[in-house]
């Protein structure tokens, strides 16, 4: 493997429609690039480089945006924050030949030992994986131990539990104009990431439109498997796990989920289910989602 030993950093751009508050509280972003055999991966950085660092790893179809509520209070909270658009996501490359979360871990492995190198962080780190995210951060810890001391998944797929029902989702790129589009927009994400409806607001809504048009891996399936459920027995470090506790993906259940989780994982941390909200749990319910993430990282 090539890999380059410094990051290049320069200033994260932040989205131009992003609320003053959020703009606000993410100005100091850093934007860093590492690279694995010539192909880029990009991260976002918030806080001091000696803090305890955790490492937000976002969905499927998404960004470092999906992490755009919960930022600055883990700053705030003491902690140095490192967010990447995953390979073939935002604004990093996508590896040859690479169609599903497995090729990952070793561009994120590369990425953050080039930061350590760099001492933009300090490890081990503890890993963060929203969905998508969460069975990439799994399949990263199978193959590189050293690299977290503990991992937390959010909404993670890829434990073998379906619902009974598919859910429903429409597919947008077919269509001519941006007004059709925001249609389907909006049925997606209400079918799959969010509850309440007064949680599509326009920053959602905004996030989502972005994010989606920056997807260059559209045939990933592993989710749909239980390749989670079967890295989890692999893994030596605390798992803990945060819900909503109407996520679209186990609609009705949650427990079969705990108790899988539990049952398969070698050190178990904890589990917390974030009442009425959905699959896009951090996004929906910011504050008790915050206070769950930090008694996980603190157990």
Not at 67 to 80: D, S
Not at 182 to 192: S, Y
Not at 238 to 263: C, F, N, T
Request: hydrophobic share 45%.
């Amino acid at each position: 493997m090539n890999i380059a030993m410094n990051s290049d950093m320069s200033c994260t751009v932040l989205p131009d429609f992003l609320p003053p508050d959020l703009s606000h509280a993410l100005a100091k972003a850093q934007r860093l690039e590492t690279r694995l055999n010539g192909t880029a991966t990009v991260w976002h950085s918030w806080g001091e480089p000696l803090q305890p660092t955790v490492v937000l790893l976002h969905g499927g179809s998404g960004s470092w945006t999906h992490w755009v509520r919960n930022i600055a209070p883990l700053v705030h909270a003491g902690w140095r924050v490192l967010v990447p658009d995953l390979p073939g996501f935002g604004d990093s490359d996508l590896p040859a030949g690479c169609n599903d979360v497995d090729a990952l871990p070793a561009h994120l492995h590369a990425g953050l030992m080039q930061l350590q190198a760099d001492g933009v962080c300090a490890g081990p780190v503890s890993l963060v994986g929203f969905s998508f995210g969460g069975m990439a951060a799994a399949l990263w810890l199978a193959d590189y131990p050293q690299d977290a001391a503990r991992l937390v998944l959010v909404g993670a797929p890829g434990m073998g539990l379906k619902v009974p029902e598919r859910i429903a989702l429409k597919g947008w790129r077919h269509l001519t104009t941006p007004e059709a589009q925001e249609q389907v927009h909006r049925h997606n994400l209400m079918a799959l990431m969010l509850q309440q409806a007064e949680s599509l607001d326009t920053l959602a809504l905004a996030l989502h439109t972005a994010n989606v048009q920056r997807d260059r891996m559209p045939r990933r399936r592993l989710s749909s498997t239980d390749i989670v459920a079967r890295t989890l027995p692999q893994l030596q470090v605390p798992v803990s796990a945060i819900y909503g506790e109407h996520d679209a993906l186990y609609r009705g259940l949650l427990p079969e989920l705990q108790s899988a989780m539990q049952g398969v994982s070698s050190r178990w941390g904890q589990w917390h289910t974030v009442p009425a909200a959905g699959h896009w749990v951090q996004y929906e319910a910011p504050e008790p989602f915050h206070a769950a993430l930090l008694e996980s990282l603190r157990a």
